[in-house]
């Protein structure tokens, strides 16, 4: 089964309508593929840095010498349950939002691998990306660490004593 076939499964999945003519289009099936390969799911299209983030270039070849097959959604390739279960997780997190995807796809990029601390993947998004506002990066790498990373037990007691001072304020404010 060639590759293509498997990231065509993934699209139609996601209800990705793709259209080689939109940019948007390009990058974000770029950045899904991207996301989906720093997830764990090995779909033979490894991505490097550009200005734009992660991308490959074997995909770019594929999208453009495939056009039809990726428009039309030809495949007889078939996601497993676990597959399903992480295309499910990707649309839910980011949906297909050009932004928050090359912010994330980024981030993890740099996290995974380049093998960086939080702290300096966050750096080099925003040296990568001044174009983009402080909202903007922090959706995006939000939405990178909860499609890429499981919290742990603490992880999740620290969030909820940081969230917590807001929840508190956000109750206290309705009952004024």
């Not at 499964?9 to 080689?20: R, T, V």
């Not at 402080?134 to 603490?154: D, H, N, R, V, W």
Request: glycine letters at 6%; one cysteine or more.
């Amino acid at each position: 089964m060639e590759k293509r076939k498997k990231v065509i499964a993934f699209f139609k999945e996601l209800s990705f309508g793709f259209d080689i003519s939109r940019f948007d289009d390009r990058l974000i099936a770029q950045k899904l593929v991207c996301l989906l390969e720093l997830n764990g799911i090995d779909l033979g299209y490894s991505c490097s840095l550009y200005v734009r983030g992660p991308y490959s270039p074997d995909l770019t070849k594929d999208l453009f010498a495939f056009t039809p097959e990726f428009e039309n959604q030809e495949t007889g390739s078939r996601l497993n349950a676990a597959e399903r279960e992480v295309a499910g997780e990707l649309g839910r997190i980011f949906g297909l939002r050009p932004v928050p995807l090359e912010v994330g796809a980024t981030y993890g990029y740099y996290a995974i691998r380049q093998n960086c601390d939080p702290l300096e993947a966050l750096r080099q998004v925003k040296r990568l990306k001044p174009f983009y506002s402080e909202a903007q990066i922090a959706l995006g790498i939000s939405k990178a660490k909860e499609f890429l990373y499981t919290p742990s037990q603490k992880d999740l007691e620290e969030l909820k004593k940081e969230t917590g001072i807001w929840q508190r304020a956000s109750l206290k404010s309705l009952e004024h």
